[in-house]
């Protein structure tokens, strides 16, 4: 945070969904079928990441180089931001005009991130999509990103609990048969926060 601007204080959090998961655990999939179930105009937004690495088209993110992501964060661009397996990911301050707006925002969060997304958003709502360990395995294994020594880190991270603040709202959404189902059920979470 050294450096940053001061970011202004946030619009409503109470609709704001801050998915988790590990890694190959499908939240790009789910996001991208919550996609396709929206019904006409429903306010559902799912925003994108910023991220120090090229996406490969398999996730909503944008890339940044590093000294554009350290310039934007210095200008108080992120409304969230966090470093990871040494990358910089970022959450721009759009969503809080979203939220302004009244939609239901999702944003692919991090689970180590999650206390000071709390601390920015204490009404939002955390979603952890869990998936049986060899499950898990086996997709790290498919996107062929990893070594094996570097899918046997992951996984052993993904079994390790991880802290969730005082009065979070936590729900968790299993992910290990059709994707559809746990999107689905992803997409009533938001439906929810719009009283529909």
């Given amino acids: 945070m050294n ?4 970011v202004p204080p946030p619009a409503d959090g109470g609709r704001l969904i801050y998915l988790m998961g590990p890694s ?3 939240k790009d999939t789910l996001l991208r079928l919550l996609r ?3 019904r006409g105009e429903e306010p559902v937004l799912v925003a994108h990441r910023y991220i120090t690495r090229d996406s490969a088209g398999t996730e909503d993110a944008l890339r940044l180089t590093p000294e554009e992501f ?3 964060a210095a200008l108080g661009c992120f409304a969230l931001r966090w470093a990871s397996h040494g990358l910089h ?4 301050v759009e969503i809080d005009a979203w939220l ?3 939609a239901a925002v999702i944003v692919n ?12 958003y204490p009404s939002l ?3 952890e999509v869990s998936v049986d360990p060899g499950l898990l395995a086996r997709r790290l294994a498919s996107r062929g990103r990893e070594s094996a020594a570097q899918i046997a880190e992951r996984l052993s991270r993904a079994a390790q609990p991880f802290p969730v603040p005082e009065r979070c709202r936590l729900l968790r959404v299993s992910n290990n048969e059709a994707p559809e189902t746990a999107a689905g059920a992803l997409l009533d979470i938001a439906r929810a926060k719009l009283g529909l």
Avoid: F, N
């Avoid at 450096?3 to 001061?6: A, K, L, T, V, Y």
């Avoid at 969060?109 to 920015?120: K, V, Y």
């Fill in 100 to 102: 302004a707006g009244g």
């Fill in 89 to 92: 990911y970022g959450i721009g």
């Fill in 24 to 26: 190959g655990s499908g």
């Fill in 125 to 127: 709502t955390a979603v």
């Fill in 109 to 120: 969060g991090s689970r180590a991130h999650l206390e000071q997304a709390h601390a920015r």
């Fill in 3 to 6: 450096g940053s601007r001061p």
């Fill in 70 to 72: 350290s310039r934007r």
């Fill in 36 to 38: 396709t179930g929206l």
